[in-house]
């Protein structure tokens, strides 16, 4: 049990820390509030009408877009580090590596002609 020691003390400091991070700015900090501190923050341009308007479907396509492209490109990083060091990817293996990214970057130029097609970028037609 002596062995856990450190890691119990670890793990009181660390929410030690949390608790003192989120409790500490309600203590210290000051307090005065106004009219202009309360309002909504938009982007810097006063707030008018209501917050809970419909946005277009074409603002959802984009934001999808985005997560699917991003995180299919996350792949090509480790795989471009692990082709470069010696003590990386073995060699027989590298070919089979290489067609697997090119299926990847293949799909992802389709999916991109493809939404390109449909007018996905397209923000002016109707």
Do not use: C, N
């Not at 299919?72 to 480790?78: C, Q, S």
């Not at 970057?105 to 449909?118: D, W």
């Amino acid at each position: 049990m002596a062995e856990y020691f450190p890691i119990l003390i670890y793990f009181v400091a660390a929410l030690g820390v949390a608790l003192f991070s989120a409790i500490a700015p309600h203590l210290i900090a000051p307090r005065k509030p106004t009219k202009i501190k309360d309002m909504p923050y938009e982007s810097g341009m006063d707030p008018k009408g209501d917050a809970r308007q419909p946005l277009d479907v074409r603002f959802y396509l984009i934001a999808i877009l985005f997560l699917i492209f991003d995180v299919e490109l996350l792949y090509l990083y480790p795989w471009a580090v692990s082709i470069q060091g010696e003590d990386g990817l073995p060699r027989e293996l590298r070919p089979l590596v290489l067609g697997v990214m090119l299926v990847l970057l293949i799909t992802l130029a389709i999916a991109y002609l493809v939404a390109r097609r449909k007018g996905v970028f397209d923000w002016r037609r109707r």
